[in-house]
DNA sequence: TTTTGAGTTGTTCGA
DNA sequence: GTCGAACAACTCAAA
């Protein structure tokens, strides 16, 4: 019998479009499916309460599949190499397969697991997948790095492997003897208080399946109006892939072309198909910026931000921020969509983080800390890169004085108040007039309503007009 | 080397 | 209520 190939499962929990899988499988020897629940090789982030909630179920699920294949999923925790050195001693494998990772902590990893396999004269292989290019091959003509969006999709849209991806294997060899392997429940990724997750787990469903159902549906139905729909919070007109794409149990090139099929098939989704794709290549930026520049995970890419005169000012604002207690409606709205379901509405993310950096001018890193945390589709590279956009110290980030204002676009984007009266109960009876600005409803209607500001809602936590002005003047400080 | 066109997502103010 | 201009200047990418 040829000898056991480990295949290392990281950030790409599926079975389908795994190259580093199939071509263990290929070797035609036992594959020994591994996870290495890892928060000890160095610069490794910890991940946040909702993302190890979405893991401890995405693991299950893998690990079903798996044995559905008639194989197994072998975990451990610790650092990778020292764990991954050891397997390989008990089952004395001649092969590691594994997805690559682009953040700077995989890449030193991958590096250390690297050397450390070819001490040993175990051979390490590396696949692509996580993203639909490797960054490597995304160039400029003069080859530089891309900094801007638009001329970086251009190029790199052009490049992408539109071939079918490959399906999973049918069957999985297993070993003779499989090495232990840790409970999965053990890892420490069960909330505290487990009450806490409830609501989560009602809106969403981990694992690859699901993944692929939820592409499926949205294929069938939201794509067709994505382009206009997707900017309204209250309706469900966005893909909700992302915490799928993030624990990649459905890879970004399943999306690609399953979309481009679907759109070759039907002459209306076209257009949507289209923006959506190029959503994905929002993602693809992210990850090739972070890979480029991996300085950007703590500094602005604009170095003038270096002197921002970012606040220290009063925690309690941050405090109401987090907990949608700000008395802006849509801000309160997804702040509390983001507790309560471990996810907000792409729309409600900007208007929110907007108003963290540039109404209360607090740093960036407070409130990419708190998403971070909270997401169940946290992803280190996308979650840098928005933060610095919307602070507007990123790379082809938006211009300064755009402060969005969120009475204004809560009347924009959620027109009769629907998100809000979903997220915020004690406004539901607002009338829709007032329903964004609760703070200059007439006394009578606040009272008909049975809103008293102050106690049932809060008043608006700040002057809107003094902090946007203080956000330009601090802007205007740091100009060359 | 120099030039040129362009750059996700907005707000406010005054006519 | 609607509309257009102002809000800055800078840097990137390609020709």
Redesign the pocket.
């Known amino acids: 019998m040829a000898s056991a190939t480990i295949v290392l499962f990281s950030n790409t929990l599926r079975l389908a479009d795994n190259a580093a899988l199939l071509a263990a499988v290929v070797t035609r020897g036992p594959v020994i499916p591994v996870y290495i629940f890892d928060e000890q090789s160095p610069k490794v982030r910890p991940l946040g309460a909702a993302s190890k909630w979405w893991l401890l179920q995405s693991l299950k699920a893998l690990r079903d599949d798996l044995r559905r294949c008639g194989s197994d999923l072998i975990v451990r925790s610790g650092n990778t190499t020292d764990c991954i050195a050891k397997l390989v001693a008990e089952v004395g494998a001649t092969g590691v397969f594994l997805t690559r990772g682009y953040t700077p902590a995989a890449a030193m990893s991958e590096q250390s697991l690297h050397e450390m396999l070819e001490k040993k004269n175990v051979q390490c292989r590396r696949f692509g997948g996580h993203l639909l290019l490797e960054p490597e091959m995304v160039r400029?003509?003069?080859d530089?790095?891309?900094?801007?969006?638009?001329?970086?999709w251009?190029?790199a849209s052009e490049l992408i492997d539109a071939t079918e991806p490959q399906p999973a294997p049918k069957a999985i060899p297993a070993p003779e003897h499989w090495p232990t392997s840790e409970a999965i429940d053990s890892l420490g990724l069960e909330p505290k208080p487990a009450h806490w997750a409830e609501p989560i787990a009602a809106h969403w469903q981990p694992g690859e399946v699901a993944a692929r159902e939820r592409l499926a549906d949205f294929l069938d139905g939201p794509v067709q109006s994505y382009k206009q729909a997707r900017?309204f919070p209250a309706t469900n007109a966005t893909s909700s892939l992302s915490p799928h794409l993030a624990f990649g149990e459905i890879s970004p090139r399943t999306l690609w072309f399953e979309a481009k099929k679907h759109m070759a098939a039907n002459e209306a989704i076209v257009t949507g198909g289209a923006h959506f794709l190029r959503?994905l290549g929002?993602r693809e930026f992210s990850a090739h910026l972070l890979f480029n520049f991996p300085n950007m995970q703590s500094h602005p890419m604009r170095e003038q931000f270096n002197k921002f005169p970012w606040g220290e000012g009063n925690s309690d604002l941050v405090h109401a921020w987090q907990k949608g207690q700000t008395g802006f409606p849509i801000i309160d709205a997804g702040m509390r969509q983001l507790w309560q379901t471990g996810w907000m509405h792409?729309?409600v993310r900007?208007i929110a983080a907007s108003f963290l950096v540039k109404d209360l001018l607090w740093h960036w890193h407070e409130g990419e800390a708190w998403f971070w945390d909270t997401l169940v589709d946290a992803d280190f590279a996308n979650n840098i890169a928005?933060w610095q956009?919307v602070a507007g110290c990123g790379?082809?980030a938006?211009?300064?004085?755009?402060?969005?204002?969120p009475t204004?676009?809560g009347e924009?984007f959620d027109k009769a108040g629907e998100y809000v009266r979903r997220f915020v109960p004690e406004l539901a009876a607002m009338p829709d007039k007032y329903i964004h600005c609760p703070s200059s409803a007439p006394e009578d209607v606040l009272e008909l309503a049975g809103v008293t500001l102050g106690e049932t809602y809060p008043k608006p936590i700040i002057d809107?007009?003094k902090a946007?002005a203080a956000a330009l003047a601090a802007l205007?400080s740091i100009?060359?």
């Open positions: 400029t003509k003069t530089t790095k891309y900094t801007v969006f638009t001329p970086f251009r190029t900017d959503e929002w792409n729309r900007m928005s956009w790379a082809d938006s211009p300064y004085f755009r402060i969005f204002n204004t676009q924009k809107r007009k946007r205007a100009k060359n």
